[in-house]
């Protein structure tokens, strides 16, 4: 599964026969049918996002100690090792008395772990972020299936609003959206706007419709939001990663490894999804290190810091080019336009280097005019030590 969707409910109640409220009908905890999200297998080798960022390097910087990430998602599995004791109590929009700690679709647990996944021994994956706490706000467990068809239930956009509030209300530092909706709804909006301005740096997937007409996504395209697409591991985007100014910045979605639901890891996931927690976890390593900086201030520094696209300039495709977490942590200037270099000072006039300058050029010609002295006198001894006793010979009569 690439994204999950939130739709209107009348879309899901046509495509799926499952009416939805808004508000969650059921009690508890849910319980997962069997094989709605199959385990993994323990993956040792060090995945590629994990080489190109080295997260041990950016450990000695930050770990996002003290930082809570709201994964606004399909839950998250908290008893995952390497997410265990890293998920704090949250909410389920879905099933009343739920605390979001469950995952049965899988997607925000791997979301979730590419943020905040412990390091364990033989195993290569690891999260960026991995001190950080992780708030899980379930709204979906929506699944594509191979057969273009989707099955499980998702809030409508207002239950979606509904838990953008009470994520901003627990006063979280960063809000990581791997959801999409592909209509500008007035009440997302006005949501994702109040946690604009409580200060918080709200990251979100640009979709992954490029091949199917590339609609707008939302929140993405929303105003102070940071939109992430999605690029391979030769740093071309990926192709179905959509495009527009809604892209800010680029990052790894194309086979990425992550924790799966159930235990575990795979790697095999693509999308923008997954390229957002990278995002967020930078994010969340900056609010610990730069814990002055304003939501807006850290969104402006991660574009600052970003590589060159391999794939060209397209600001559309790209935005300010490829995440790096390092660079951001680490740039001394990293914000604003690029500072153009100060004029030269006008020459001004020093009178003791006039003097000595007057000084060489009257040198310089005194030595000329006693060089061309003395050459006219050596040129007359001469002339006189030749001629004079050649005339004495030929008692001072012409020659031939």
Known sequence: MALLRVTAAITLLAATGVALTGTPARAAEPTCQTGSAAPGQRITEVPWPQQRYAPDRLASFASG????????????????????????RGNDFLDRGGTGRVD??????????????????????RGLAPAAKILPVRISERQELVDGTARGESVTPAGF?????WAVNRGVDVINLS??????????????????RADIVVVAAAGNQNDKGNPRPYPAAYEGVLGVGAIAQDG?????????????????????????????????????SYAAPFVSATAALLREYYPALSAQDIIRRIKATADPAPGGKDS?????????????LTE?????????AAPLPAASVDPAAVAAERTRAQTRRHALWLAMGGGGIAALAVLCAVVIPRGMRRSWRPAG
């Open 179 to 196: 959801v999409v909706l592909y209509n500008d709804y007035p009440v997302v909006r006005a949501a994702i706007a109040r946690a604009v």
């Open 65 to 88: 100690s003290g930082v809570t990430v709201a994964v606004i998602d399909s839950g998250v599995d908290a008893t995952h090792a390497q997410l265990a004791g890293q998920v704090i």
């Open 161 to 165: 609003a509904n838990s953008i509030d």
């Open 316 to 328: 559309n495709a790209y935005g300010a080019g490829v995440l790096n977490p390092y660079r951001a």
């Open 104 to 125: 049965c679709a899988g997607h925000g647990t791997a979301v979730a772990s590419i943020i905040a996944a412990r390091k364990v021994n033989n195993v290569g994956f």
């Open 236 to 272: 071309t985007r990926l192709s179905a990663s959509q495009v527009g100014n809604f892209v800010d910045v680029v990052a790894p979605g194309a086979d990425v490894t992550a924790a799966a639901a159930g235990g575990g890891q795979k790697a095999d996931f693509t999308g923008t």
């Open 332 to 340: 001394t200037v990293t914000s604003g336009e690029p500072r153009k």
